[in-house]
C-alpha cells in the first residue's frame, strides 16, 4: 500500500486547512488509517484515527473539537479537517495505515504498517 498525504500549508491562527490521504495498491477499505504529527524537536505523536468498517474516529485531547478525520472509500483517500488551528499545531503530518486497530491517540503509531511522506503545516500567530 503505498500512501500519499498532500494538503498542507502555511495559515493563519485560528484558520482552517484539510488534508488528504490517497492511498493506492491495497485494499483501502480493510485499513485503519491515522494522522500523525512532528513538530520540530518532538517526538511524533497521532492526531487522529478512523476505523475500517463502523469509520468510528478517535482523537487526541488536544485537537478535539477541532480536527475531524473521515474517509472515502471510493475514492481510497482520508482527509483531516483542521479547524481554529493554533501555533502549536504547526509539524509534518503524515498518514499511516495498518490491518488491525486504531493505535492509541497521541501515540507514535510505531506498530502502523504503511507510511506516507510527510507534509507541512505551519501555522502562524
Known amino acids: 500500500v503505498q500512501l500519499q498525504a498532500s494538503g498542507g500549508g502555511l495559515v493563519q491562527a485560528g484558520g482552517s486547512l484539510r488534508l488528504s490521504c490517497a492511498a493506492s495498491g491495497g485494499t483501502f477499505s480493510n485499513l485503519f488509517v491515522g494522522w500523525f504529527r512532528q513538530a520540530p524537536g518532538k517526538e511524533r505523536e497521532g492526531a487522529a484515527c478512523?476505523?475500517?468498517?463502523?469509520?468510528?474516529?478517535y482523537y487526541m485531547d488536544s485537537v478535539k473539537g477541532r480536527f475531524t478525520i473521515s474517509r472515502d472509500n471510493a475514492k481510497g483517500t482520508t482527509y483531516l479537517q483542521m479547524s481554529n488551528l493554533k501555533p502549536e499545531d504547526t509539524g509534518v503530518y503524515y498518514c499511516?495505515?495498518?490491518?488491525?486497530?486504531?493505535?492509541?491517540?497521541?501515540?507514535?503509531?510505531?506498530?502502523?504498517?504503511?507510511w506516507g511522506k510527510g507534509t507541512l503545516v505551519t501555522v502562524s500567530s
Open positions: 478512523i476505523n475500517s468498517g463502523d469509520s468510528k474516529a
Open positions: 499511516a495505515a495498518e490491518r488491525w486497530i486504531c493505535p492509541t491517540p497521541g501515540t507514535r503509531g510505531d506498530k502502523m504498517d504503511f
